[in-house]
């Protein structure tokens, strides 16, 4: 997140349920604006966006995802790049354990702050 804070990331199932950008401009917007305002929507939404990401985890069909998420970048002219990733994190997510180095705990009452979600404490200065 760091090294590219304007990345847009697809993962297997946003793809499949057409919740990437063209989907969404396909099968959400442009039925309601038509396809010329539709377009102009997403480039708005993505606008200070410089890359679209896939993260490879493995699941799906590969080929397909890729050249979805290609078919984005070039659309919306940002940099395609791929993640390499694993089903471990959400494996953690649903078995535990809920180390504090893997996941950010928020009490009761405490705020969320940006800086919560950075790594390096110098940041946030």
Do not use: C
């Amino acid at each position: 997140f760091e090294r590219r804070p304007g990345t847009y990331y697809l993962t297997n199932g946003w793809i499949l349920e057409k919740k990437d950008p063209l989907g969404i401009v396909e099968d959400d917007y442009a039925p309601r604006l038509g396809m010329e305002t539709a377009v102009w929507a997403m480039e708005q939404e993505l606008k200070h966006y410089t890359h679209i990401a896939l993260i490879n985890t493995g699941a799906g069909d590969l080929a397909f995802l890729r050249r979805r998420a290609i078919e984005n970048a070039s659309f919306f002219k940002k940099e395609y790049i791929e993640i390499r990733s694993g089903l471990g994190f959400f494996s953690k997510i649903v078995d535990g354990p809920y180390k504090e180095a893997d996941f950010l705990f928020i009490r009761p009452g405490e705020s969320i702050r940006q800086e919560m979600f950075w790594d390096d404490p110098d940041l946030s200065a």
